[in-house]
């Protein structure tokens, strides 16, 4: 059975920082590219970011490039996601998903967490 469980979020003021942890298990971790999505109310999922299986490569949407950082740990099983400055319009729900490294995003991916809460107020 595959979980990917999120942790970490919360509510903090503007400028703060967090860190969301997604932790994986029933896969193995290291053949797999992790991702993280948000979504806010009213608002279609977003990207925010990917990690290679190997961490050697991380790609950011722009909104977030500069002040979230990814990175991941293979012998935990787990992706982080740095979250410094953060601004009101980072609120959202934060998701991991894993996509094993042969397949391609355009097929959608293998499987998602179910989300851990961000809230940042002015």
């Known amino acids: 059975q595959v979980q990917l469980v999120e942790s970490g979020g919360g509510l903090v003021q503007a400028g703060a920082s967090l860190r969301l942890s997604c932790a994986a298990s029933?896969?193995?971790?290291?053949?797999?590219?992790m991702n993280w999505f948000r979504q806010a109310p009213g608002k279609e999922r977003e990207f925010v970011s990917t990690i290679s299986w190997s961490g050697g490569d991380t790609y950011y949407a722009d909104s977030v490039k500069d002040r979230f950082t990814v990175s991941r740990d293979n012998a935990k099983n787990t992706v982080y996601l740095q979250m410094n400055s953060l601004k009101p319009e980072d609120k959202a729900v934060y998701y991991c998903?894993?996509?094993?490294?042969?397949?391609?995003?355009?097929?959608?991916?293998?499987?998602w967490g179910q989300g851990t809460q961000v809230t940042v107020s002015s």
């Open positions: 998903a894993a996509l094993h490294r042969l397949r391609s995003r355009n097929n959608g991916y293998d499987y």
């Open positions: 029933g896969i193995t971790f290291s053949s797999y590219t």
